[in-house]
């Protein structure tokens, strides 16, 4: 006697969270344009102009600054709750696949995560100094001037006054480009086809 079997049931794929930024388009000023140094903005002498925005803090930066909380609290004298302007929204464009606005602070005019009271950011510091994963710092400020969105991968413009990109520098002195001192970070966090990676390398 034949039994009917029961029909299976389509269950969608669960779908993966994006563990580096998917780039589809580079701008060649990236291979010219006046560097930083190998670590980025960190131990700059500007005034940190560019934490007056505040940031995008991706998801997977958001669950390590959570787990370690109590390093990162007394660095910025606030609770982390305090420390956003917008919910988590779910976005496929920063690692992780969702992100959240961090807030400015009222008395000093910078990003809720700078070190209260001194210079730079609280994340690069503890990045530095208690060795956590370099993922503790976000994408967007790790690369910074270099920037992206929707597959485009581009030169933050206009830059910040102080900002060491910007520095003019003596005639016959050569300066290395901003791909040459942000390529790390570059690779570490997107994923860039061969054909554009050829219009930073050069090869």
């Known amino acids: 006697m034949k039994t009917c079997s029961k029909p299976k049931k389509n269950t969608p794929k669960k779908k993966k969270t994006p563990t580096k930024i998917t780039i589809t388009r580079v701008d060649a000023d990236i291979a010219t344009h006046n560097g930083l140094f190998d670590e980025g903005c960190y131990g700059s002498s500007c005034k940190d102009e560019c934490c007056g925005w505040g940031c995008d803090m991706d998801l997977t930066t958001l669950k390590l600054v959570q787990k370690h909380r109590k390093l990162v609290e007394p660095l910025i004298g606030a609770k982390i709750e305090e420390c956003f302007s917008t919910p988590l929204k779910i976005d496929d464009d920063y690692i992780g696949g969702a992100y959240r606005e961090t807030a400015v602070r ?51 413009k206009p830059l910040k006054k102080n900002c060491k990109a910007k520095e003019k520098t003596p005639k016959g002195t050569k300066v290395p480009s901003l791909f040459e001192t942000q390529k790390k970070e570059v690779r570490a966090l997107f994923d860039i086809p061969a054909k554009e990676l050829k219009k930073l390398i050069g090869k």
């Open 106 to 156: 009222k008395k000093d005019g910078l990003c809720a995560f700078h070190l209260k009271g001194q210079k730079g950011c609280s994340l690069f510091y503890l990045w530095i100094t208690e060795k956590l994963p370099k993922k503790i710092v976000p994408t967007i400020c790790r690369t910074y001037p270099i920037t992206w969105h929707r597959g485009r991968l581009f030169i933050d």
